[in-house]
Nanobody, 121 residues
Framework: QVQLVESGGGSVQPGGSLRLSCAVSGSALADDVLGWYRQAPGMQREVVARIAAIGSTDYEESVKGRFLISRDDAKNTLYLQMNSLTPEDTAVYYC???????????????WGQGIQVTVSS
């Protein structure tokens, strides 16, 4: 199976920056898409950004131009650089991986345990 462990969360003032990391371990995933999701209190979990194995990316509209998703496959790590943070970015952020374990169907979905990001003055 696949394990995802987030790090780098915390508290920051509005306008500040944080970088989240997600260590990916366990079985290899084929045709994978890695992503960051977030869930604010009382809200549904929403996608923040995703990156495919080939490097293509997509972002939730409100984070475009502020957040940057990247992956280092040599280190099996996913990143999310978050700049110009606002209180509306406060949420628990989750690392997500979708892919075929060992190259075998079906596609599986894996989640990290989540990490808190708080933006407050």
């Amino acid at each position: 199976q696949v394990q995802l462990v987030e790090s780098g969360g915390g508290s920051v003032q509005p306008g500040g920056s944080l970088r989240l990391s997600c260590a990916v371990s366990g079985s290899a995933l084929a045709d994978d898409v890695l992503g960051w999701y977030r869930q604010a209190p009382g809200m549904q979990r929403e996608v923040v950004a995703r990156i495919a194995a080939i490097g293509s990316t997509d972002y939730e509209e409100s984070v475009k131009g502020r957040f940057l998703i990247s992956r280092d496959d040599a280190k099996n790590t996913l990143y999310l650089q978050m700049n110009s943070l606002t209180p509306e970015d406060t949420a628990v952020y989750y690392c997500n991986a979708v892919g075929r374990v060992g190259g075998r169907d079906p596609f599986r979905v894996f989640w990290g345990q989540g990490i808190q990001v708080t933006v407050s003055s």
